[in-house]
């Protein structure tokens, strides 16, 4: 019949607009800034760099500036400089990370190359700016967010990666332990007699004898010269 799509369509509108004074799941509009809508867990869009404690933000990032993100970054916006001692000596630790966000294309290939779980894609999407440069440019204080947070926006993601560095801990606390262990004593000063005799005989007795050579291949006694002489 003509028009039946429009009256059905009115007919939806109509039980929203008189289930929503009572059933909030059909509210159809959220009213933002003031509402936000919640996010699906695995909504991503650009990176950030996990720290362990929020007193310490910088000193306890998971980051040790092996820059294997910034090489394998495909649009090369990764930028890293490894703190040093005064000496030199690498103090593990990044002096400077900055990401540019303008060129970033979410490909979340450096949290997948990061081989201490230290950089994560944030859901943090009011982050319009009239700097289009220096205002899309992250350091490494803008990127560092706190576990906490991690959990908040990617629950199942970052429970999975606790129970996966508290693992990796305990089997490195365990190595440790039993390379601290005191080693056993050495084999020669608990030889028992007959071992001691063995070892003793075999420092006597003549070394075998060598094995025969290989058999060499059929070759003539006299072999022919490669180039004979020409006839006299
Ligand atoms: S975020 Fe990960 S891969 Fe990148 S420099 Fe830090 S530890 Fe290395
Ligand atoms: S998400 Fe992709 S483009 Fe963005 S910083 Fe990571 S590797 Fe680079």
Excluded: W
């Excluded at 997948?112 to 440069?133: L, S």
């Excluded at 199942?156 to 601290?180: I, M, P």
Aim: some cysteine; hydrophobic content about 35%.
């Amino acid at each position: 019949m003509l028009g039946s799509g429009l009256l059905q369509g009115l007919a939806v509108t109509a039980k929203n607009l008189a289930g929503s004074f009572h059933d909030p799941a059909r509210y159809v509009t959220t009213e933002y800034p003031e509402q936000r809508t919640k996010l699906p867990e695995n909504y991503r869009n650009f990176p950030f760099l996990v720290h362990d404690d929020p007193a310490d933000p910088n000193g306890t990032l998971r980051c040790v500036a092996c820059q294997i993100c910034e090489k394998e970054c495909p649009p090369q916006c990764i930028y890293i400089v490894m703190e040093r001692d005064e000496k030199g000596k690498a103090l593990r630790r990044p002096k400077v990370f900055d990401l540019d966000i303008s060129v970033c294309i979410s490909c979340q290939i450096c949290v997948e190359v990061c081989p201490f779980d230290a950089i994560k894609m944030d859901q943090e999407y009011e982050i319009a700016t009239r700097n289009r440069f220096g205002g899309l440019l992250l350091h490494r204080e803008d990127l560092s967010k706190s576990n906490a947070y991690y959990h908040q926006i990617h629950p199942t993601e970052a429970a999975g990666v606790d129970a996966a560095l508290a693992e990796q801990k305990a089997k490195q606390a365990a190595a440790k332990a039993a390379k601290a262990a005191p080693a056993p004593k050495a084999a020669a000063t608990t030889a028992t007699p007959a071992t001691a005799a063995t070892a003793q005989d075999s420092a006597i007795s003549p070394a075998p004898a060598a094995p025969p050579p290989a058999s060499a291949p059929d070759t003539p006694a006299n072999p022919a010269p490669a180039n004979p002489p020409p006839d006299a």
